[in-house]
């Protein structure tokens, strides 16, 4: 029996369509005509011809759909957020579960931003790299000692830490949703992006 009371508060809206179709068009415009090129090139260039062809297009396969498959998966990174047991905020699945006691939040915010990627592909000694935008909550919450006191920072204020979850490549319109449903379920203020550090 599950002891934790849990419901799902919010759940992330994943065109399955538009996925199935990149999937559809790496197979159509890459994998169909490779298939045809490595025939035509065993036809008249024999087993070498087929081996160069197998290992230049693999390796360049290997990097176009797994570009294809990881863009995929960011849609469906961290599905949905649930409450549980009224007051404690989870997002992610099994070993990458992320809780937040919603209790202790002095303040917190929505903003949009960008994160910079990066993806070194060994093999062939080449990265990409480039920015996705984001969608981003982040929770203020006091900075606590080891006796259980706020600590206090140099400047003599309160010290606190920030806690930041994202979705990247959501729009604006879902996030502003995410902060109508977490609203009734935050006592501290919703501060501008730029007051989140005060």
């Known amino acids: 029996m599950n002891e934790r009371a849990e419901t ?98 002095e303040s917190w915010t929505t903003k949009m931003g960008t994160l910079r990627t990066s993806t070194y592909v060994p093999s062939i000694s080449w990265s990409v790299s480039g920015t996705s935008p984001t969608a981003e909550v982040l929770l203020r919450f006091p900075e606590l000692t080891e006796t259980g006191e706020v600590g206090v920072r140099a400047d003599g204020g309160r010290a606190h830490r920030i806690e930041a979850f994202f979705w990247l490549k959501m729009p604006e319109s ?18 501008d992006p730029d007051r989140i550090t005060d």
């Open 8 to 105: 799902v508060i919010w759940t992330r809206r994943v065109d399955e369509a538009a996925a199935k179709e990149r999937n559809q068009k790496f197979l159509r415009f890459y994998v169909a005509p490779v298939i045809a090129t490595i025939i035509i090139g065993g036809a008249f260039g024999g087993i070498g011809a087929v081996l160069g062809l197998l290992i230049l297009f693999g390796l360049f396969g290997l990097l176009l759909g797994g570009w294809v498959f990881f863009n995929n998966v960011q849609y469906r990174q961290n599905p949905e957020l649930r409450l549980r047991d009224g007051s404690t905020l989870a997002i992610g699945k099994h070993q990458t579960e992320r809780t937040f006691d919603l209790s202790a939040v």
């Open 174 to 191: 879902e996030l502003d949703e995410v902060r109508e449903v977490l609203a009734p379920h935050i006592d501290a203020p919703w501060v």
